[in-house]
């Protein structure tokens, strides 16, 4: 068949098509940026041994977004002074101990963001009367705009994230969200390592420490998500009550409960405005909520749990006919714990709320299990769950 020359659009309609979408493939590569930096972020906050050594990587991984040109964590170092301790991006540390100087004039942007607990943006480097100070010597380093971030800890401010841009206006609201994000992130590492600290002073009490660090974990997520952290709460009680509808043994059962509470955090790298979005998502958009199971694992494979705690996270959207992801994995290829966390996943999740939809309710989850068991469900932890039926999932169990 032959194309009429009218079909293809005027040149300004094509213009407008080309347009749209070089902008959506911009924000898809923005999106895909954050969550790189935030899986890089989220992995240091696990693994790394120290607060200096937690601080530099955060700055480094920042420097890998392509509007980032320089990023500098200080400690509150007394009344007017913060005290620099990682940075990553800078030719050299002049310009850190010159802002540092600066600041004890307590006239700063970052002493600002210090004294008000809140983030200070300033759009305009080389037109903005406020930056007289530091005019100078930042624009001779290409700086052109930057963004100062409280560090809080239970309520104190402890300490800064300051983060400089080539770009003018580069921290729009959207990127502020992300950056509060990264600062509320390093909050969490910093209390995390305190604790371990104290901690690992007693090898007696290796099971609490394990136990902290769940929870440390599973705030990350509560922080970037609360309704995916009420969402992991769930289906660990779910899965934990079907571990033991099974009859596994009191250890196994306990892996089923911590690989409960940390399922989704992979979703922690996915940007919040997809997460949240109440509407339909593009293909982009979904294809990226379904790399959370492989960036969960990614987070937690280097912690020496003693249970399969991310294979197990790795494998909970993998079903029995292959149709799963990440690999496609067919029948009994996964773990047990992960066909448990697959069908209390389910049934949570049908039986609550959504923001694209109503609560489906309890019946409707459960029939699902009973309909698709041996299909898409282990028929054995199928048959666990329906016999708890109601006896586990009362009406207003679970919801919100």
């Not at 571990?243 to 596994?248: I, P, S, V, Y």
């Not at 919040?272 to 987070?299: C, F, N, V, W």
């Not at 028929?379 to 666990?384: F, H, L, P």
């Given at each position: ?115 008000t607990g809140r983030p200070y943006v300033m759009p305009d480097i080389e037109n903005d009367a406020r930056f007289e100070p530091w005019r100078k010597e930042v624009l001779k380093r290409g700086y052109a705009s930057s963004i100062s971030l409280p560090l809080i800890h239970e ?246």
């Amino acid at each position: 068949m032959g194309v009429n020359a009218g079909d293809a659009g005027s040149p300004e309609e094509l213009t407008a098509l080309r347009q749209r979408a070089t902008s959506d493939a911009e924000r898809i590569a923005r999106l895909e940026a954050r969550a790189r930096v935030t899986r890089t972020i989220n992995q240091e906050l696990l693994l790394a041994k120290s607060e200096p050594a937690l601080f530099h990587q955060v700055c480094r991984a920042l420097t890998n977004l392509q509007h980032v040109k320089s990023a500098w964590i200080g400690l509150v170092d007394g009344p007017f002074a913060v005290r620099p301790v990682a940075y990553a991006g800078f030719e050299d540390d002049h310009v850190l101990r010159l802002t540092a100087g600066d600041l004890q004039r307590a006239q700063g942007p970052t002493e600002t963001a210090v004294k008000t607990g809140r983030p200070y943006v300033m759009p305009d480097i080389e037109n903005d009367a406020r930056f007289e100070p530091w005019r100078k010597e930042v624009l001779k380093r290409g700086y052109a705009s930057s963004i100062s971030l409280p560090l809080i800890h239970e309520g104190e401010v402890f300490g800064a994230l300051n983060v400089y841009s080539p770009r003018k206006h580069a921290f729009n609201p959207e990127e502020v969200d992300f950056l509060m994000e990264v600062a509320a992130d390093i909050a969490v590492g910093v209390r995390t390592l305190r604790l371990q600290k104290r901690l690992d002073q007693s090898a007696d009490l290796l099971r609490d420490r394990l136990a902290e660090t769940t929870k440390a974990v599973a705030l990350i997520g509560q922080i970037r998500d609360p309704y995916t952290a009420a969402h992991q709460e769930n289906v660990s009680q779910i899965a934990r009550a079907i571990a033991g509808e099974m009859k596994l043994a009191e250890e196994q059962a306990e892996g089923v409960r911590i690989a409960g509470l940390l399922h989704d955090i992979g979703k922690t790298c996915i940007p919040s405005e997809i997460l949240a979005r109440p509407g339909k998502l593009s293909p982009e958009e979904m294809g990226l909520i379904k790399t959370h199971p492989q960036l969960g694992y990614d987070i937690l494979k280097r912690i020496d749990f003693p249970w399969p705690v991310a294979p197990a996270i790795l494998q909970h959207h993998e079903r029995l006919d292959g149709s799963g992801y990440p690999a496609g994995l067919w029948g009994n290829a996964t773990l047990l714990e992960a066909r448990i966390l697959g069908v209390a996943d389910v049934v949570e999740a049908m039986s609550s709320h959504r923001p694209y939809r109503p609560a489906l309710g309890i019946d409707s989850a459960l029939r699902e299990i009973a309909e698709k068991k041996g299909i898409l469900y282990d028929s054995a932890v199928a048959d666990a769950c329906l016999s708890l039926g109601l006896r586990l999932f009362p009406e207003k169990a679970f919801r919100r």
